[in-house]
């Protein structure tokens, strides 16, 4: 797995550092800089509005007594854009800048929200997806209600 990260890694720094010499040798050193620096601020800025829209749309859903699925995965996309501007380069940008665009988060949206469900404890326990209980150690289920609880003391 780590050996996974670090050639990704060294395959992103080649893949930045070929995007900004393309870039620069057509464009020249000043508008290339000027396109790094400006596209990182106008992609913060344009996150941090989005931020701020989804949490507001989060916080009504829940007003509404309804679970913020698609909310907290476009936050989660949001804030990946928001990182992914802070780091320089061309390219990161450029996906930071897709991962903005609401129809491209809708494509991502349905496999964060699967991935979640999938991987999460609470998913498990009956709040993503409707299981009959398994049974534990002791190889019995017993279907109950709880009607009134008291801690007992020995």
Not at 33 to 52: C, D, E, F, M, N
């Given at each position: 797995m780590l050996q996974?990260?670090?050639v990704f890694l060294l395959l992103y720094v080649a893949a930045e550092m070929a995007a900004l010499i393309v870039l620069g040798r057509r464009l020249g050193v000043l508008p290339t800089?000027?396109?790094?620096?400006?596209?990182?601020?106008?992609?913060?800025?344009?996150?941090?509005?989005?931020?701020?829209r989804t949490a507001?749309?989060?916080h009504r859903t829940m007003a509404q007594g309804a679970v913020p699925s698609h909310e907290?995965?476009?936050?989660?996309l949001i804030m990946l854009a928001a990182v992914?501007?802070?780091l320089p380069g061309v390219l990161t940008d450029l996906v930071g800048l897709a991962l903005l665009f609401p129809?491209?988060?809708?494509?991502?949206?349905?496999?964060?929200?699967?991935?979640?469900?999938r991987n999460s404890t609470l998913g498990r326990m009956?709040?993503?997806?409707?299981?009959?209980p398994q049974p534990t150690r002791g190889g019995r289920v017993i279907d109950a209600r709880v009607i009134e609880t008291r801690v007992v003391e020995d």
């Open positions: 996974r990260i670090g800089v000027l396109i790094v620096l400006g596209g990182g601020v106008i992609g913060a800025w344009v996150a941090r509005r989005q931020g701020l507001a749309r989060a907290i995965s476009d936050g989660l992914l501007f802070m129809p491209t988060r809708a494509v991502l949206r349905h496999a964060v929200i699967s991935h979640f469900t009956g709040l993503g997806r409707k299981r009959p």
